[in-house]
């Protein structure tokens, strides 16, 4: 008796080599060779024992004719109840992969017929049992990510190669953006928070704490210093100048006693005031500066003023161009920071990931934060594109040839099955002697 599937087998072998090609991801693998392979053995070793129960059956009815006795009719019965539980699965088993003996019976070849709907529950069944919230979160905690990604990054050479390609990233990140953009964003972004904010109470409440403080003196000291230094090296020009603003009708020599007159009382005012810390002149730039710093607070008047002066300067070119090219300078210094394994900027950042790694792995509270942010990432995830993930698989296995993806599953599990006729023809001839005893023993 040969197996009826064979020949089907066989049809779908010849058709699979006539087609030109399936889907990559759905491709019939030498693995998927190997297996079917497998199947077909099992197949031959299930149909064997069919016909071999159905050889003893022969035998035994021949047997019990021709007055063998009593045990003939037991094995007869064994044997009439193994053919039929091997029909039976072999029936079952064929039916989910194609119509038995190629008669369309109603609810067979389940597989191809219901491909598209088993593709459905599959991604319905995993939704709502793998893309749960509770099921995401649980399995997030009990992996302890946290932990394990801070012991990763605590060795050193973890920390490394994590900073080598957040450097490499770095790197490509500012080669893709174009300067001309970049520079636009930010000269946006600097004018508009500088026209946003106002200054002039900022700038008031900083210059009110650098002259209680007396920060301001060393810059005072500065320049009365090279003020003076550079009296003496330029008296005649001072004198020339003087000389030069006087009315046309004085005497030269008149004009000559004023213009060193002035020039002597700028150098003793400017050494004076470089050597008296005292100097009354000291005082009133001091009390000069108080005020100004507290008009700069409350005075309405000066505010404005120093808003349409701050408006003015950003609005010249100049002003623009500065700020557009401090990207270029800023870019070029991070990327030569990042090729440079020794620069401060790669040295700080393993540092921070070796110390950042050594917290996560020892303090809990960090760990929880850590798995918090992973949990709650995950879950906004599978909430938020459930449908999108779940229809991967819908669209996949709607997207599969029926025929080649029966001939593919069945390769990975019809070798399984067949155990399921063997073991019918098995269960059915235990099952037929007991009944045949438990009769016999009735008197039926």
């Not at 094995?75 to 109840?81: G, I, L, R, T, Y």
């Not at 900083?206 to 009365?224: F, I």
């Not at 100004?292 to 408006?311: I, M």
């Not at 300078?329 to 440079?340: F, H, K, L, P």
Request: a neutral charge; glycine letters at 8%.
């Amino acid at each position: 008796m040969a197996e009826p599937t064979e020949t089907t087998d066989g049809r779908a072998d010849g058709r699979a080599a006539a087609e030109p090609s399936y889907k990559s991801m759905n491709a019939f693998t030498p693995a998927d060779e190997e297996r079917q392979r497998g199947v077909r053995q099992m197949k031959r070793t299930a149909t064997g024992l069919l016909l071999f129960v159905a050889l003893v059956y022969a035998l035994a009815k021949w047997a019990s004719g021709e007055g063998a006795g009593a045990w003939a009719d037991y094995v007869a019965a064994a044997a009439e109840a193994g053919m039929v539980g091997a029909l039976a699965d072999w029936f079952a088993v064929t039916a989910i992969f194609r119509h038995p003996l190629g008669v369309p019976i109603p609810h067979t070849a389940i597989i191809p017929n219901k491909k598209d709907q088993l593709g459905v529950s599959l991604g319905e069944f995993v939704g709502e049992n793998f893309l749960s919230r509770d099921v995401v979160r649980q399995r997030l905690r009990a992996v302890g990510i946290g932990s394990r990604l801070g012991a990763w990054l605590a060795e050193p050479k973890n920390a490394d190669r994590v900073t080598a390609e957040l450097a490499t990233a770095l790197r490509g990140a500012l080669t893709v953006l174009r300067d001309s953009d970049v520079q636009a964003v930010v000269g946006e972004a600097i004018t508009r928070r500088a026209d946003a904010q106002e200054i002039a109470p900022g700038i008031g409440k900083m210059l009110e704490r650098v002259v209680a403080d007396g920060g301001h003196k060393r810059v005072v000291d500065l320049v009365v210093t090279r003020a003076y230094d550079w009296l003496v090296l330029h008296g005649d020009s001072v004198m020339d100048a003087v000389q030069g603003g006087a009315p046309g009708w004085t005497p030269r020599f008149v004009d000559r006693r004023v213009g060193e007159r002035v020039y002597k009382e700028l150098l003793r005012f400017c050494s004076e005031m470089r050597d008296m810390p005292s100097h009354p002149a000291r005082g009133a730039l001091d009390r000069f500066l108080t005020d100004f710093a507290n008009d700069l607070q409350s005075d309405t008047d000066t505010r404005a003023r120093v808003e349409r002066l701050k408006g003015e300067v950003l609005g010249r070119g100049e002003v623009q161009d500065l700020i557009a090219s401090a990207w270029t300078a800023v870019r070029s210094m991070i990327v030569a920071a990042a090729e440079d394994e020794r620069s401060e900027l790669r040295l700080r950042v393993r540092a921070s990931l070796i110390s950042l790694g050594a917290r996560m792995a020892k303090e809990p509270k960090v760990q929880d934060k850590v798995d918090s942010w992973v949990e709650g990432a995950a879950v906004h995830v599978v909430s938020t594109y459930r449908k999108e993930i779940t229809s991967l698989i819908t669209d996949t296995v709607a997207g599969w040839d029926a025929e080649h993806t029966t001939r593919k599953i069945e390769a990975h599990i019809g070798r399984d099955l067949q155990f399921i006729r063997i073991n019918g023809t098995v269960v059915g001839s235990l099952a037929g002697v007991l009944i045949f005893t438990v009769s016999r023993a009735l008197g039926a």
